[in-house]
T-cell receptor, first 115, second 109 residues
Framework: EAGVTQSPTHLIKTRGQQVTLRCSPI?????VYWYQQALGLGLQFLLW???????NRGNFPPRFSGRQFPNYSSELNVNALELEDSALYLC??????????????FGQGTRLTVV | QKEVEQNSGPLSVPEGAIASLNCTYS??????FFWYRQYSGKSPELIMS????GDKEDGRFTAQLNKASQYVSLLIRDSQPSDSATYLC?????????FGAGTTVTVRA
């Protein structure tokens, strides 16, 4: 069974540009989470989508946005890129049943470098 | 107060010893608890999940949960050099999976 897949694996962008990162969850999973991990730092929560709806958002500016499609795949968009946006962007998926969330599994990440 | 706090480390243990990792969380309503392992430059890998008070064992790993004390721990028995990694504690509540900063473990051969 395929795990969580993210694309692209690496990309380099110029400050001020926009970028779109993509995530395909494990088959059957309805929830997708996005995290930012700057070099040497911890995982910072960005967004949580479930059943196409944004359920929660971390403490990030509005230029970080995303969406979840009917097939549960997800995109993370970052506008007006800044140097400090350089990080590993991680996507995870799980199944959300009522108040219970099953285990979350991560994709391999997208390494974004802003120059 | 941070949502999830872990013992800062780094933690160095000899091969074959027990590595003990600790985690506390601030939200008493937290529902689910997880331990992940992350190798340098890689994405986190799920090791254990625990949902109720007590111990849960899986191979060389044992997770312990005490909701009254808001405390989660992970024991790694018979530590191997391949266990050298950063271990992340994660806590779920209210549509958010929060992570601690991680504890870096080095197993000395």
């Amino acid at each position: 069974e395929a795990g969580v897949t993210q694309s692209p694996t690496h990309l380099i962008k110029t400050r001020g540009q926009q970028v779109t990162l993509r995530c395909s969850p494990i088959s059957g999973h309805t929830s997708v989470y996005w995290y930012q991990q700057a070099l040497g730092l911890g995982l910072q929560f960005l967004l949580w989508y479930d059943e196409g709806e944004e359920r929660n958002r971390g403490n990030f500016p509005p230029r970080f946005s995303g969406r979840q499609f009917p097939n549960y795949s997800s995109e993370l968009n970052v506008n007006a890129l800044e140097l400090e946006d350089s990080a590993l962007y991680l996507c995870a998926s799980s199944l959300f049943r009522g108040a219970m969330v099953t285990e979350a599994f991560f994709g391999q990440g997208t390494r974004l470098t802003v120059v | 107060q941070k949502e999830v706090e872990q013992n800062s480390g780094p933690l160095s243990v000899p091969e074959g010893a027990i590595a003990s990792l600790n985690c506390t969380y601030s939200d008493r309503g937290s529902q689910s608890f997880f331990w992940y392992r992350q190798y340098s430059g890689k994405s986190p890998e799920l090791i254990m999940s625990i949902y109720s008070n007590g111990d849960k064992e899986d191979g060389r790993f044992t997770a312990q949960l005490n909701k009254a004390s808001q405390y989660v721990s992970l024991l790694i028995r018979d530590s191997q050099p391949s266990d050298s990694a950063t271990y992340l504690c994660a806590v779920l509540n209210d549509y958010k999976l929060s992570f601690g900063a991680g504890t870096t473990v080095t197993v000395r051969a």
